[in-house]
């Protein structure tokens, strides 16, 4: 049978016939690499880990997103953000300072503002558990998967994976030897990368395999178009004013350099046993750690501190460096002052398994640490009116063991059991220069600090867990496990030192201290049924639980208690159900989910501005329920052809939540109610969730085909709509992202033998402005609890702007 090509008019026709489906199967990558370029007749499985264990996506009771490390190469999605960008319902919002980062799952995420809350979106690497919301600025390339598992996952997953969890398998030594070079250019960041890997047997039981990649950028994605302005300090001693120059940033940002190294042995000296060791290094730096912070909408259409800072839906953003004098006093800071943020990380994972007949045992363990230092504009308005900077310098480091036993005797009940320790301790130290503060009799390195921010936690979990799995009768499984944590954090958080101009507001020198015991018992209850090989129906009931913590990054005013800072467990309970399918002689795949979730004890990170302090702290609760829609079609009479969407409703709204008031929330608006604090409150009950668009979907199509006797052309495009959401986490109206499609799109030309291969990427070709995440402009908004209140300015946190890169690639 001949076959022709689609015309463009019939690919943009496959496109929008597409709409229902996602990009949530991807194909089994199971076939050396020389394979890769392939075509398929009808739909594969991919080999999924979601409950601890090797399962096809097909068969497992989870609704899972799985990527292969085809669809991974072929879009070049090695970050999580790049990797959200392309998956509804999954939202990543990076941040400066705080945490980083906000990951968001059906409407469910934590703020980025605090770094003592980690995050609700759990990031396990190769089985082990990264809780920090900085793992967004490492990298991941040389994959062999990525799996994107919704709603709570305690059981196997253990804390902090109430909304879902992202997991990614790294790439293992084959038994061949292996060998890729790439390299590649973006046109709009002007960002150069190279990528090298080589995998090969050492002996007839070793195999090595060492992977690197590294990247520069000498363009720009977002364009700074700060002023110089000034900032005026008043010696406390003589009176003496001062005017600092606070020269404008680097205008092309964020001018991101990145270097990450991977070695993996793999050792399999009998066919029971396996061990693989893993250790990794990862180097990322940009010019401005604020370099996606956007003021997009201000009252006035300025931005309230600048009227010459015009707010809008560009990928426009306004930073200064610290003044030079400032920057020779300064710890942590370039000579010049210039805005810098260098992320560096390092991690060794360890993970042995042995088979006997009917049991499987698995032992993880892994050291992981990483540092952060970064110089920090905080007024997003380029303004002599209010300056503040913050200089960074905190680190982090985990250590933890993980053992598990999974039986398989041929008898209608099984086990999986397992226990997990892990230890951590975060140190943070901050020096905040803002108001003007100067102390010429302080120590050098204080003389123009403001405060000094110290503080340090702690932690300790020790956890079990297990699972009955029962075959009631062939094709009927019902599985019931739960998990135990045991957790202690410690903490303490102190200001060394506040300048004397300000000792009315700060406190110096007084520790808040916190130590902090948690206890939970997270239960899951799941029935599947698979009446043949190409249906699964599945049930559950399932629970979770999200660690208490301290807030390392708050400050201390004369408000300030405890329980503004430690703050309890977040949990979650509820049901979800699906069926997934293969029809049509395995040509398409149908799977329809429907869930429901009650979140309770939520924590939430905020500023107080009646007594000027960060409050974290555990407030309401929020539902979460809807049903997707997911499918994909490979037709036999169309060899290499695959269309693939989905159509999502998720309905995400607080149930009852007394928030603070956004800033300049008018008694008409609903900013009603007082704290015993004094805070100003809102009853915001009803109202949706962050960054909770009520549709999203997905359309999609591949097509790979033969040109010539050595060529093969490929061609993918993927869209991804969000219908409108707020960006604020306190239903603050002003901060709304409209609705909007993004498209991403790549077209390649392969070798035959898949020795070359030339590609050219595309990413959101439509170059929507995106903001999923948003913080009121320091020192806007006024009014707030009256009749008269001016909304804040809203510096939204960006999604990157329209890529278009080509790259080739050798492989042996």
Known sequence: MSRSRPT??????????TALTSPSIALADDQPAAQDSRTYIGLEDIVVTARKRAESVHDVPVSIVALSAERVDRMDLTSIEKVAAQTPQFQVSRSAAGSAARLNLRGIGSSSSSIGIE?????????????????????????????????????????????????????DPGDRLEAMARAGYEFNARQVYGEAIISAPLSDTLGLRVAARASKMFGSLFTNAADDVIYTTRDW????????????????TPREGDILTRATLKWTPTDRLTGTLKMSYGRSTTDNPAWNAVPYRCASGSATLNPNTPCGRRFVHYSNHLPKALADTFPHTKSDGSLYNTYNSFSVTGTIGYEFDNLTITSVNNYNYNRNRFTFDGDYASSSASNTFAVEDTDYRAFSSELRLHTTYDSPVNLLVG??????????????????????????HLRYVAFQKESQTKG????????????MVP??????????????????????????????????????????????????ITLTWKPNSDITVYGAYKTAYKSGGFSNSTTYVRATRVQDVAFGPEK??????GIKTFLMDRQLRLDLSLYTYKYTDLQVDYFNSATFAYISTNAGSARTKGIELEAEFAPHAVEGLTLRGSINYNKARYIDFIAPCYSGETIQEGCTLLSPQGARMQDISGAPTAVAPKWTGSFGVSYDTPISNTLTFGLSADGRYSSSYLASAFNNPYSRQSSYVSLDASARVTTQDNRWQFALIGKNLTNRFIATGVVDGPSTGSGTGTANGVFADQVGYISMPRTVQVQLTWRY
Request: net charge negative; hydrophobic share 40%; charged share 20%.
């Open 8 to 17: 463009p008019a019939l690919k943009f026709a496959l496109i929008a016939a």
């Open 237 to 252: 001693v003589t009176g003496t004013a001062t005017e600092h120059v606070a020269p404008a940033g680097k205008s092309d």
């Open 460 to 471: 300790e979990t020790l956890s079990v867990y297990g699972q009955l799995i029962w075959e």
């Open 572 to 577: 979650a309970s509820g049901f979800e159900g």
């Open 119 to 171: 995050q609700s979106v759990a990031v396990v690497v190769d089985g082990v558990y990264y809780g920090q919301g900085r793992i967004i600025n490492e990298g991941f390339f040389d994959l062999e998967r990525v799996e994107i598992m919704k709603g709570p996952q305690a059981l196997f997953f253990g804390k902090n994976a109430t909304a879902g969890v992202i997991s990614i398998t790294t790439a």
């Open 475 to 524: 094709g009927l499984e019902a599985t019931g496990g739960v998990r135990y944590i045991h957790e202690t954090k410690d903490s303490y958080f102190l200001q060394p030192y506040v300048a004397p101009s300000l000792a009315a507001l700060f406190i110096p020198n007084d520790r808040l201290k916190a130590d902090q015991t948690f206890d939970n018992w997270s239960p899951e």
């Open 419 to 444: 226990g997990y320790y892990q230890k951590t301790r975060r140190d943070y130290d901050q020096y905040v220069a803002t108001g003007g503060a100067e102390n010429s009799e302080a120590p050098a």
